[in-house]
C-alpha cells in the first residue's frame, strides 16, 4: 500500500452520507484485511535468521549484531468449536509486546504452531468414525482464520503441527536420545556441578573398561542378554513394572499430575486406582535438584516456582533404622530426626512387607482402642488391607483426618533410648512415598498428635514453649527438651543444631545417616492411546527393548478398526489396559534388519502421552524445516543462547518470553524443562533453560444466567429488568447471574467473529488489553466495546475528515503544552509497554489523544508519535494513518519514539487513588488533568483493579487533581 491509496467510502448502515469515512466496523474491517494481506505478501513479520533460508520480508539474514527477541504463546490445541473472546487474551499480549520490540529495535520471533494430538479428536473420532487427523487438520484452519483476523504479526513460515510427520519424526528422534542416554551423578558439567547426561555407549564402554564394576561378578561373565538388562535399568527412559494410575474410565494410565486431588482423572473425572502395570517411564528424578537449583536462574512468578518446589518436594533430613521385635528392620524418613526421643510409636503403609507377617496373638498390655476389635493381630491387618486397597492414593490422604489405623502386634525399638514403640497401619501413610514407614512425633505433628489423641498414646515434647501453652503439637522452632541419653544431650540446642549433632550420633552408631529426599517420581510415559506419537522401539524375543534405526524414522501411526482403547467400569480396579495399536498385527509385528539379518520383531502398542510434542516445540520455532539435526546450533545460541539479546551476560538461556495459563505450573513447564536439560547435557542445544521469562496472563470471564430450575439461559438474551427481583430477565422470566469461565456449556460463549463483525478486530484488541493488568481475570461486558471503540474513532478523526476522507494533519509547531503532554506520554507509554502494564498504557495515550481533540488543528509531530505508540496495540487503523500521511513503508520497524527530557520536566500533582475510600494507588497527574482522564487513569490501575477483584464499578468520583475514588457495585 502507498501513501496515495485511499479506500472506498464504508458501507456501514451506521454511516450517514455526511459522513462516509466514519470509522465503522465495516471500514475497519475492509482496513484490516487489506493489511492483513499486504503483510503477507509483503512478509513484513517474516524473523530473518543470521544464517539460513529464513530471511526477512526483503532477502536479508539478521544482523548477528542487532539483538534477538523470542517470544512466544503457550501451545493451542485446535478446537472444532473455535475460538471465544478469552482465548485471544495471551495471543494479543504477545502480539503488542512483539510489536514493540520490533519497534524498539529488535529482531523479534514471534510464531504459533499447534499442539494437534491428544484426547478431545479421538474421542470425536471415536464417535464419528472419521480420522483424527481429519477433524484436527480442519480444526486448525478454522483456527488459523480466526487468528489472522485479529492481525498477530506471526511469522507464517515457522507454523506446524505436533502431528506433522516431519515433527513426529523429531520428536521420536528425541525419545531415542533419552532412550539411549544415562545419568552419570559424578560426571561434571560446563558450570561446575556434578551430574549430567551421558551416551549409553558410554557406560557400556565403562563396564567393559572395568572402570564401573557390578554389584556381583564381572561384565565378562554376563551374556548379551543379561549386558542388555544391566543397561536397560539405567536408561533415562525405561520400561518397568512400577505402580501405575489405572484409569479404568478412560482405558489409559495417567502421570500423578494428570489425577485431581480427588484422585479422578482431569479429563473425565473418573476414578483412579493404584495398579502395578510395565509401563515407559522417563527418569526425571535423577534432574530434581537441578529442576529446583536452576529456578534461582529464570524469571517466573513467585507463585509457579513454588508450584515446582513443592511438586519436587526435595527435603533434607535422616534415614532411621528401627529394629524390630521377630520382624524386618523398618527404615524412615524424617525431616526432624532432632525429635527422634519425641517418638512414642511409628504408622506402616498397609502394602508395607512388614505386614506380610505379623504376631499371632496380641502383645500383653495392648489398648483395646488399638485392635479394631479383631481377634488377631492377623485379622486386625487383613481387614484393614482390605479396606485400604479400595481406595486410591489421594482419597487416602483426605481421608486422613478420619484417623483410621488398627495395631500390627509389632514393636519397634527406637534406637535413640531403647523405648519399645507400637507399630499401626494407617493408610494416610503411601508406599510410593518415602519409605512407607514414618516415625510419630504427636509432640511435634498436628497429624501425629491427633493420631496418638484417638488411639490414646503418649505425647513427648521435645520442642520448648513458654509456660501455658496450650495442649497440642508445638510445630515451631525452639530450644530442644527431653533429648538426651548417656551419649548425646541435645537439649538447649538449636533445631539446625540438634539436627546436625543427632545425625552424627546416628551415622556413628550404624543406625541411620543424613539424606536427601524428593516427592517427585519419575515421568509415566504410556498411554494406552490412538492419538500420539508412537514408540521408536521394537522388542525381541527376549522382550527387551531396542531403537529403531534414525532412518527409520518416523514410526507412524497405522490405520485401526477402531481408534478407542478398551475402557472399563469406571470402578473395575482390576481391569487390564488394552491399546487400540495393539489390534493391528501387520502394524505389529514387523520383519526389520537391525544387524543380525531379517528378524521379526514386536513393536510398542503405546502412544506417548500428549505432552511430549510440546516438551521441544520452541526448538522447532527457530528451524522449521531442517531435516538434518534438530536445530542448528546457530540459531540456537543466537534466538536462546546465554546473554543473548537483551539477557544479562552469563544468563542460562531461553526464550525471552513465554505467556501462558498457570494450571501448566507443574505439567508442561516440568517436563519441558526436563527435556531440555537433557538435550543441553547430550550437546544439541546451549542454553539451560527453555523458557527464561514466565508471565501468567489471568482469564476473561462472564456473566452467566439461570432459571428457576437451574437450566442455564442463553446470555446474550438476557436483559436488565428493574423490576425482576433478581434484577434480569429472559423471555419475562426472573433468572439468577453468576460470574464464572466462558463456555458453551453455560451459554455464554462470545465469539471474536461477532466481535469483528459489530466492531472490528483492532478494537476488540483494544478492549481486552484496556481491561487490566494482564495477569489478573477479569470479567466481559460487551456493552463496554464501544468506549475502546470511541477511542480508535478519535484517534482517526484527528487524521481525517469524516466527510471527504481527506488528511487533515497540518505541519505546524506544537504549542509548550502540546510538547509536555506528548513527551510525558512517550515516556510514560514505553515505561508501561516494557513491564507489560498495556492497560495503563492505553489510558495514557486516551489521554494524549483527548487532548489533540481539544486542538483546532492537529499537528503531523503530534499524531504522528501517538500512532506509532498506538500501532502496537491497534495495528491496521495505525498502518491506514500512518499511510495516509504519506509514508510508504509498514511502520512495523518505525523507531518507537523517544521521549525529550527537556519537555518532561513541569509541576505535577499527586493524585490518590481509592476504592470505597481506602488507598489503592497513586499517580502523578498534570494540575489540569481532566476528570475524564483521571477516571480512565483510575480504572486502569493495577492497585484499583486488584481491590475490585472482578466487581462492577457502580461510580467513580472523581476530584481532580487530587482524588478519585472507585465505588463498587
Known amino acids: 500500500m502507498t501513501a496515495q491509496h485511499v479506500p472506498a467510502p464504508a458501507s456501514s448502515t451506521s454511516s450517514t452520507d455526511d459522513v462516509p469515512f466514519r470509522y465503522t466496523a465495516d471500514l475497519a474491517r475492509d482496513i484490516e484485511l487489506r493489511w492483513q494481506d499486504q503483510w503477507q505478501e509483503r512478509g513484513t513479520f517474516f524473523a530473518a535468521n543470521p544464517v ?123 525419545f531415542l ?249 494407617a493408610d494416610y501413610v503411601l508406599m510410593g512415598y518415602g519409605t512407607g514407614a514414618i516415625m510419630a512425633v504427636p509432640g511435634g505433628d498436628e497429624r501425629d498428635y491427633a493420631f496418638a489423641q484417638a488411639f490414646e498414646l503418649p505425647v513427648v515434647y ?112 482390576h481391569s487390564t489396559p488394552e491399546p487400540p495399536l495393539g489390534r493391528n498385527e501387520d502394524w505389529v509385528n514387523v520383519t526389520l534388519d537391525l544387524g543380525d539379518g531379517p528378524k521379526t520383531y514386536r513393536r510398542d502398542t503405546n502412544t506417548m502421552p500428549n505432552w511430549a510434542g510440546s516438551c521441544w516445540y520452541y526448538l522447532r520455532y527457530l528451524d522449521p524445516t531442517n531435516d538434518a539435526v534438530l536445530v542448528d546450533p546457530a540459531l540456537e545460541r543466537y534466538w536462546m543462547g546465554s546473554g543473548h539479546g537483551h539477557q544479562a551476560p552469563g544468563s542460562i538461556g531461553g526464550v525471552d518470553l513465554y505467556v501462558g495459563g498457570v494450571e501448566h505450573a507443574v505439567l508442561h513447564l516440568l517436563y519441558a524443562r526436563f527435556w531440555h536439560k537433557v538435550l543441553h547435557d547430550l550437546g544439541h542445544v546451549a542454553s539451560g533453560e527453555p523458557f527464561h521469562r514466565l508471565f501468567n496472563q489471568g482469564y476473561i470471564q462472564a456473566y452467566a444466567y439461570t432459571d428457576e430450575r437451574g437450566v442455564y439461559v442463553p446470555a446474550d438474551e438476557v436483559v436488565e429488568d428493574h423490576a425482576s427481583p433478581t434484577g434480569f430477565t429472559w423471555q419475562g422470566q426472573a433468572v439468577n447471574r453468576e460470574y464464572g469461565k466462558m463456555g458453551k456449556s453455560l451459554k455464554n460463549m462470545v465469539t471474536p467473529d461477532e466481535m469483528y463483525a459489530e466492531y472490528g478486530a483492532d478494537t476488540l484488541r483494544v478492549y481486552e488489553m484496556s481491561m487490566g493488568p494482564l495477569d489478573l481475570s477479569r470479567p466481559w461486558e460487551t456493552r463496554a466495546v464501544v468506549g475502546s471503540q470511541r477511542f480508535l474513532q478519535r484517534l482517526w478523526r484527528n487524521a481525517v475528515d469524516e466527510g471527504t476522507g481527506e488528511v487533515t494533519v497540518t505541519d505546524g509547531a506544537l504549542s509548550p503544552e502540546t510538547l509536555r503532554v506528548l513527551h510525558r506520554t512517550i515516556a510514560d507509554v514505553t515505561v508501561d509497554m516494557e513491564a507489560m502494564r498495556i492497560n495503563t498504557a492505553i489510558a495514557k495515550l486516551i489521554v494524549l489523544n483527548n487532548h489533540l481533540t481539544t486542538l483546532s488543528e492537529v499537528p503531523r509531530a503530534a499524531i504522528e508519535p501517538l500512532i506509532l505508540m498506538t500501532a502496537p496495540i491497534a495495528p491496521h ?15 512495523a520497524h518505525e523507531p518507537y519514539p523517544v521521549a525529550d527530557p527537556a519537555f518532561l520536566v513541569e509541576d505535577t500533582v499527586t493524585c490518590v487513588l481509592q476504592v470505597q475510600g481506602k488507598v489503592r494507588g497513586r499517580a502523578e497527574v498534570s494540575p489540569d488533568v481532566s476528570d475524564d482522564d483521571l477516571r480512565a487513569l483510575a480504572l486502569a490501575d493495577a492497585g484499583v483493579q486488584r481491590a475490585l477483584d472482578g466487581r462492577d464499578v457502580r461510580t467513580v468520583i472523581v476530584r481532580a487533581p487530587k482524588l478519585v475514588n472507585v465505588v463498587p457495585a
Not at 70 to 83: E, I, K, N, Q, R
Not at 484 to 503: E, P, R, T, W, Y
Not at 519 to 548: C, H, K, M, T
Not at 877 to 891: D, I, M
Request: charge should be negative.
Open 52 to 174: 539460513g533460508d529464513l530471511t526477512d520480508g526483503d532477502g536479508r539474514n539478521a544482523d548477528p549484531a542487532q539483538p534477538s527477541y523470542f517470544v512466544m504463546d503457550m501451545f493451542p490445541y485446535p478446537s472444532g468449536a473455535g475460538l471465544h473472546i478469552g482465548h485471544p487474551l495471551g495471543y494479543i499480549a504477545t502480539d503488542v509486546v512483539a510489536r514493540f520490540r520490533r519497534m524498539q529495535g529488535d529482531n523479534v520471533l514471534h510464531a504459533l504452531g499447534f499442539d494437534a494430538f491428544g484426547l478431545p479428536a479421538e474421542q470425536y473420532a471415536v464417535q464419528t468414525g472419521q480420522h483424527p487427523r481429519t477433524t484436527t487438520e480442519a480444526n486448525i484452519e478454522i483456527m488459523q482464520r480466526q487468528l489472522r483476523r485479529l492481525g498477530l504479526a506471526h511469522d507464517p513460515r515457522r507454523s506446524f503441527a505436533t502431528i506433522d510427520p516431519g515433527y513426529v519424526r523429531w520428536t521420536q528422534w528425541i
Open 177 to 425: 536420545q533419552i532412550f539411549d542416554s544415562w545419568y552419570d551423578e559424578d560426571a561434571e558439567r560446563p558450570d561446575g556441578g556434578r551430574g549430567r547426561a551421558r551416551p549409553i555407549a558410554d557406560l557400556v564402554a565403562a563396564y567393559e573398561s572395568g572402570e564401573r564394576t557390578l554389584p556381583e561378578g564381572t561384565w565378562a561373565e554376563l551374556d548379551e542378554v543379561a549386558r542388555r538388562r544391566v543397561i536397560d535399568a539405567q536408561r533415562l527412559a525405561y520400561v518397568s513394572e512400577t505402580p501405575v494410575n489405572w484409569c479404568p474410565g478412560l482405558g489409559t494410565v495417567l502421570a500423578n499430575e494428570e489425577v485431581t486431588s480427588e484422585g479422578r482423572s482431569e479429563r473425565g473425572n473418573f476414578p483412579v486406582f493404584q495398579r502395578n502395570l510395565r509401563q515407559w517411564n522417563m527418569r526425571i528424578t535423577a534432574y530434581a535438584d537441578r529442576l529446583v537449583d536452576d529456578l534461582e536462574h529464570i524469571d517466573w512468578p513467585d507463585k509457579v516456582k513454588a508450584m515446582q518446589r513443592n511438586w519436587i518436594g526435595r527435603s533434607s533430613g535422616a534415614r532411621v533404622r528401627f529394629a524390630v521385635q521377630g520382624g524386618a528392620e523398618v527404615e524412615v524418613f524424617t525431616t526432624r530426626p532432632d525429635t527422634l526421643f519425641g517418638a512414642t510409636f511409628m504408622v506402616v503403609a498397609p502394602e508395607h512387607p512388614l505386614l506380610d507377617e505379623v504376631p499371632p496373638a496380641w502383645p500383653d498390655g495392648t489398648h483395646g482402642a488399638w485392635t479394631g476389635g479383631h481377634r488377631t493381630p492377623a485379622d486386625a491387618v487383613a481387614a484393614y488391607r482390605r479396606e485400604s486397597a479400595a481406595k486410591t492414593a489421594v482419597e487416602r490422604q483426605a481421608d486422613a483426618g478420619r484417623k483410621t489405623g488398627v495395631f500390627t502386634g509389632h514393636l519397634a525399638t527406637n534406637p535413640v533410648d531403647g523405648e519399645l514403640l507400637p507399630v499401626f497401619t
Open 462 to 573: 521435645t520442642v520448648d514453649a513458654p509456660e501455658g501453652t496450650p495442649d497440642g503439637a508445638r510445630t515451631g522452632d525452639g530450644a530442644t527438651i527431653n533429648s538426651s541419653n548417656d551419649q548425646i544431650s541435645l537439649d538447649g540446642l538449636s533445631v539446625a543444631d540438634a539436627k546436625a549433632a543427632i545425625i552424627a550420633w546416628l551415622e556413628a552408631h550404624g543406625v541411620g545417616e543424613g539424606t536427601i529426599t524428593y516427592r517427585l517420581r519419575d515421568w509415566l510415559f504410556s498411554r494406552q492411546r490412538y492419538w500420539g506419537e508412537p514408540f521408536p522401539i521394537v522388542y525381541d524375543e527376549n522382550d527387551l527393548p531396542i531403537a529403531v534405526p534414525e532412518q527409520s524414522l518416523p514410526v507412524n501411526l497405522p490405520d485401526v478398526p477402531d481408534y478407542s482403547p478398551r475402557t472399563f467400569d469406571p470402578e473395575d480396579a
Open 877 to 891: 487503523v495505525a498502518e491506514e494513518l500512518w499511510a495516509r500521511l504519506g509514508h510508504e513503508r509498514s511502520l
